[in-house]
């Protein structure tokens, strides 16, 4: 059975730093492109980062670019993601998922299956 | 950045009856273009990917089509299970990977 298990959330002064792990099994980790994805509480998905199943490329959202960092282990089959520069506007319930496959060096397929169960980051003061 | 948009916002169905949605893209997806299923307190969940290719395990009574900018999502008898919230996410064009704002399927 696939299985991805976030962990790391909690509140965090704005300006302040978090890392959050996704632990995953059940699957070649090192296959699949993996995301994250986060929820504000009662709002819509927004995609966050992602990064090929090498972990040679990197993408980020617009949001969230130069203050987060996306990496992974394969051989702990470990996801990552540094969240520094905190702000108010970032607390929400953060989701890994596995993405794509690379193909000819792009990540194709990129649709989310399965999702983690959610880590909830909370950003105040 | 492609911008999804479904359709409508909230949906009123009795169970047994059938639900459609729809979600628009600002630009061509092709058919590179998945449906989601959330519910409260639950991670979503992949339905459709490919506009209209089943995931491992959802039933018969979901189904997907379209491609280029409109899609649409139909379940053919709602079960009480059924109702949750629903989004569209394209993968054609990315980053960023976008999701339509969600259809909220309720009981009528």
């Known amino acids: 059975e696939v299985q991805l298990l976030e962990s790391g959330g909690g509140l965090v002064q704005p300006g302040g730093s978090l890392r959050l792990s996704c632990a995953a099994s059940g699957f070649t980790f090192s296959s699949y492109a993996m995301s994250w994805v986060r929820q504000a509480a009662g709002k819509g998905l927004e995609w966050v980062s992602a990064i090929s199943a090498s972990g040679g490329s990197t993408y980020y959202a617009d949001s969230v670019k130069g203050r987060f960092t996306i990496s992974r282990d394969n051989s702990k089959n470990t996801l990552s993601l540094q969240m520094n520069s905190l702000r108010a506007e970032d607390t929400a319930v953060y989701y890994c998922?596995?993405?794509?496959?690379?193909?000819?060096?792009?990540?194709?397929?990129?649709?989310?299956?399965?999702w983690g169960q959610g880590t909830l980051v909370t950003v105040s003061s | 950045e492609i911008v999804m948009t479904q359709s409508p916002a909230t949906l009123s169905v009795s169970p047994g009856e059938r639900a459609t949605l729809s979600c628009r893209a600002s630009q061509s997806v092709s058919n590179d273009l998945a449906w989601y299923q959330q519910k409260p307190g639950q991670a979503p969940r992949l339905l459709i990917y490919?506009?209209?290719t089943r995931a491992t395990g959802i039933p018969a009574r979901f189904s997907g089509s379209g491609s280029g900018t409109e899609f649409t999502l139909t379940i053919s008898s709602l079960q009480s299970e059924d109702f949750a919230v629903y989004y569209c996410q394209q993968y054609n064009n990315w980053p960023p990977v976008t999701f339509g704002q969600g259809t909220k399927l309720e009981i009528k």
């Open positions: 490919d506009a209209s």
């Open positions: 998922a596995k993405g794509g496959i690379t193909v000819a060096g792009s990540i194709k397929n990129n649709w989310f299956d399965p």
